[in-house]
């Protein structure tokens, strides 16, 4: 048996022809993203139903949070916590066929240091080599609503209540301001990245309908020429014949 071509540009190569290959299902990764207080998780589950419903395979991942006080370390912990999802759990499934929703994925890391205060292109080259979703449903809500729902259920904590940036000692006024500086941040990354947003406002079976029609809809990503370096170097790392 002949041995594998293990160059960059082979291994490139064979990723490109992976998901180029009309043959077999190409995987798609779908990323829900938007504030605490969206109904983002709810909708993931609704919709990972019915597509499993449509016959699609599906994988699930969640965001891996921590209670790290200091930005500049929580920015590091979460790119290596996104760098594992995306090596074990993202790039077999999309290898694979299957379609992977990713309950926050990339863009809650740059809302979140952006917001509170690191520049944007340097947490990008954090995460490089990037993978970047086929598709991104943005739920959006206002602070107000986001406040309500996150207060009705419970107290936010030092950080997620942002007050190691905004040194206000009351959680629920200091959530409010801190949640205005992510969802500001969401909406310029919507723009940047061409997120496919749902009016979180809407009740739970309003925006389930208004995803599963967008989805039919929605134009993919060029998702090969995007990923290929991520994907490259997965294949070269994993050391496995695939």
């Known amino acids: 048996m002949a041995a594998t071509n293990t160059t960059p540009r082979a291994v ?5 022809e992976h998901f180029q290959n009309s043959r077999r299902r190409r995987g798609l990764l ?5 504030p605490d207080g969206s109904g983002k998780t709810t909708q993931r589950k609704l919709f990972k139903t019915w597509l499993q419903a449509q016959d699609y395979e599906v994988v699930s991942t969640k965001w891996n949070s921590s209670d790290l006080i200091k930005p500049l370390i929580k920015s590091r912990k979460t790119v290596r916590a996104l760098n594992h999802r995306v090596e074990h759990v ?3 499934a999309l290898w694979a066929g299957k379609l992977v929703i990713a309950d926050r994925f990339l ?7 952006v917001a509170r205060g690191l520049d944007l292109d340097w ?20 602070p107000v609503t986001s406040g309500k729902r996150v207060t009705a259920m419970r107290m936010p904590n030092f950080y997620e209540a942002g007050q190691d940036v905004t040194a206000v000692d ?4 200091s959530y409010q301001r801190f949640i205005s500086r992510i969802i500001r941040e969401y909406e310029s990354l919507a723009l940047i990245f061409n997120f496919i947003t749902v009016d979180a ?6 925006q389930h309908h208004q995803i599963r029609d967008l989805f039919r809809e929605g134009a993919r990503r060029p998702w090969c020429e995007w990923n290929v370096d991520a994907v490259a170097e997965w294949l070269a790392l994993s050391g496995q014949q695939r």
């Open 12 to 16: 490139r190569q064979r990723a490109r």
């Open 30 to 34: 779908v990323a829900f993203e938007g």
């Open 90 to 92: 993202i790039l077999p």
């Open 107 to 113: 863009f809650t890391g740059l809302a979140r240091d």
């Open 123 to 142: 947490v990008l080259k954090l995460y490089q080599p990037l993978v970047w979703p086929d598709l991104v449903f943005y739920f959006s809500v206002s």
């Open 170 to 173: 009351d959680p629920v006024e």
């Open 201 to 206: 406002e809407q009740s739970i079976v309003e």
